[in-house]
């Protein structure tokens, strides 16, 4: 099912997270686009959440549910202009918990602002990047 959530903050984002938990297409809204970033998941295959607007902070409350729960989780960064420390803390987690259950967190088509950033840290080598 495809559903739209106008508002991501603590109940739009609890919702979105398990309405795509659950398998449905989620389209996310937030009228704050200067403090968000447009980020694609993908679960088992199936674009669960796409051209999503929320900030880096609040991802890990998609993010971490579906992980663990067990899925493996496609990350689309390619619209991703600016990603701070605390978008690559979000990444760092997701991976850790992923490895805790046993499934994968995948970042793909990472824009190269952001592969700087993640290469100067030295991630390249932890993270799965696809």
Same mark, same amino acid.
């Given at each position: 099912?495809? +559903?739209? *959530? =106008?508002?991501? $903050?603590?109940?739009?984002? &609890?919702? #979105?997270?398990?309405? !795509?938990?659950?398998?449905?297409?989620?389209?996310?809204?937030?009228?704050?686009?200067?403090?968000?970033?447009? +980020?694609? *998941? =993908?679960?088992? $295959?199936?674009?669960?959440? &796409?051209? #999503?607007?929320?900030? !880096?902070?609040?991802?890990?409350?998609?993010?971490?549910?579906?992980?663990?729960?067990?899925?493996?989780?496609? +990350?689309?960064?390619?619209?991703?202009?600016?990603?701070?420390? &605390?978008?690559?803390?979000?990444?760092?987690?997701?991976?850790?918990?992923?490895?805790?259950?046993?499934?994968?967190?995948?970042?793909?088509?990472?824009?190269?602002?952001?592969?700087?950033?993640?290469?100067?840290?030295?991630?390249?080598?932890?993270?799965?990047?696809?």
């Amino acid at each position: 099912m495809k +559903i739209s *959530i =106008v508002g991501l $903050g603590f109940v739009g984002l &609890s919702l #979105t997270s398990v309405l !795509a938990a659950r398998g449905n297409n989620i389209l996310g809204i937030d009228t704050d686009k200067n403090k968000c970033k447009n +980020i694609q *998941i =993908v679960v088992d $295959g199936k674009k669960e959440i &796409s051209d #999503t607007y929320y900030i !880096a902070d609040k991802a890990k409350g998609v993010i971490l549910p579906l992980v663990e729960s067990g899925k493996e989780v496609h +990350i689309n960064l390619k619209d991703v202009s600016y990603m701070d420390s &605390s978008g690559i803390s979000v990444l760092i987690e997701s991976h850790q918990k992923a490895e805790e259950k046993n499934t994968k967190v995948i970042i793909k088509e990472i824009s190269k602002s952001v592969l700087k950033v993640i290469m100067m840290a030295k991630l390249e080598q932890v993270l799965n990047l696809g």
